[in-house]
């Protein structure tokens, strides 16, 4: 299994980007696929999750201005950012949680940076 991320970019604060989260198996298997963010010196953090329910959950600091969202056919998760701002600028990764047996396994995308300036 795989998780391939991409939409970082470089923008005003203020602005928007999109983050896409494409797996290469059903996002049904996974139990949440989350996005997480990691800025420089500073612990990786959770973002927002989206379950295979459908439930999403926000960190406080981007409720109201970031929306997960999925695309079934696709097998993708998108991560909407909106009113962007300059501490928002981290590395963001995607995470899938994947049940196996009585386990659960983390899979990891690659990253992609989003950088907000001022």
């Known amino acids: 299994v795989q998780l391939q991320a991409s939409g970082g970019g470089l923008v005003q604060a203020g602005g928007s980007l999109t983050l896409s989260c494409a797996a290469s198996?059903?996002?049904?298997?996974?139990?949440?696929v989350a996005w997480y963010r990691q800025a420089p010196g500073k612990q990786r953090e959770l973002v927002a999750n989206?379950?295979?329910?459908?439930?999403?959950n926000y960190a406080d600091s981007v409720k109201g201005r970031f929306t997960i969202s999925r695309d079934n056919a696709k097998n993708t998760v998108y991560l909407q950012m909106n009113s962007l701002k300059p501490e928002d600028t981290a590395v963001y990764y995607c995470?899938?949680?994947?049940?196996?047996?009585?386990?659960?396994?983390?899979?990891w995308g690659q990253g992609t940076q989003v950088t907000v300036s001022s």
């Open positions: 995470n899938g949680r994947l049940p196996v047996g009585a386990y659960e396994y983390h899979y």
């Open positions: 198996a059903s996002i049904f298997r996974f139990n949440a």
């Open positions: 989206i379950t295979s329910g459908g439930s999403t």
